[in-house]
């Protein structure tokens, strides 16, 4: 990372606690993602009220893992559609 890309520091909530979030992505999309990710653990946490904390961390990580994977094997798929038609 050079020294003039600049950094966005913003503080979000993820289930329940605050987080001081870095990166070179806009305040906006840092938000969004965080937003996504509260979302997505309240979910699986109303479903399972009893699982604790780690564990709907837990799911909600592999949900992620399971939809990047899929998202990985339609992309591939297309670029071998794409150069089929080449």
């Given at each position: 990372?050079?020294?003039?890309?600049?950094?966005?520091?913003?503080?979000?909530?993820?289930?329940?606690?605050?987080?001081?979030?870095?990166?070179?992505?806009?305040v906006?999309?840092?938000?969004?993602?965080?937003?996504?990710?509260?979302?997505?653990?309240?979910?699986?946490?109303?479903?399972?009220?009893?699982?604790?904390?780690h564990?709907?961390?837990?799911?909600?990580?592999?949900?992620?893992?399971?939809?990047?994977?899929?998202?990985?094997?339609?992309?591939?798929?297309?670029?071998?559609?794409?150069?089929?038609?080449?």
């Amino acid at each position: 990372m050079s020294s003039k890309e600049k950094i966005n520091s913003v503080r979000v909530q993820i289930f329940g606690e605050e987080l001081m979030v870095k990166g070179q992505a806009s305040v906006d999309y840092i938000e969004n993602m965080a937003s996504l990710v509260d979302a997505m653990l309240s979910e699986v946490q109303e479903s399972s009220p009893s699982l604790p904390r780690h564990r709907v961390a837990i799911l909600v990580a592999l949900n992620l893992a399971s939809e990047l994977e899929k998202l990985k094997v339609n992309y591939e798929d297309l670029l071998a559609l794409i150069d089929e038609a080449d």
